[in-house]
């Protein structure tokens, strides 16, 4: 499957943003898709995921009540609602497919096969 992230930009911090990620290819629905982000000379890490069915949803700490995933299997896309943006939000974003990734390891930047090629946000004080 390939992977297309786009939706970045700049933004003040209280705003939002969505981020939306079309997969291309077949099965959609049999990929576990998740939304990391990285920041410059720090791992990426893990912001939300969604189940292959998605049921079961994953969220960082850091972005519960903010951020939404979600996931539309008609048009193959999986998005990122962010809301109530920080500086501290301020990342590039990579939408992640896999087919391995069980409900205890969606959060699991190993089990991800499958990656965007990023899209970046910034979110100014």
């Known amino acids: 499957v390939q992977l297309q992230a786009f939706g970045g930009g700049l933004v003040q911090a209280g705003g939002s943003l969505r981020l939306s990620c079309a997969a291309s290819g077949r099965n959609f629905r049999s990929y576990a898709m998740s939304w990391f982000r990285q920041i410059p000379g720090k791992e990426r890490e893990v912001v939300a995921a969604?189940?292959?069915?998605?049921?079961?949803?994953y969220y960082a700490d850091s972005v519960k009540g903010r951020f939404t995933i979600s996931r539309d299997g008609a048009k193959n896309t999986v998005y990122l609602q962010m809301t109530s943006l920080e500086p501290e939000d301020t990342a590039v974003y990579y939408c992640a497919a896999s087919t391995r990734a069980i409900v205890s390891t969606l959060h699991v930047t190993s089990v991800y096969d499958y990656w965007g090629q990023g899209t970046e946000v910034t979110v100014s004080s």
């Open positions: 969604s189940r292959q069915s998605g049921g079961t949803l």
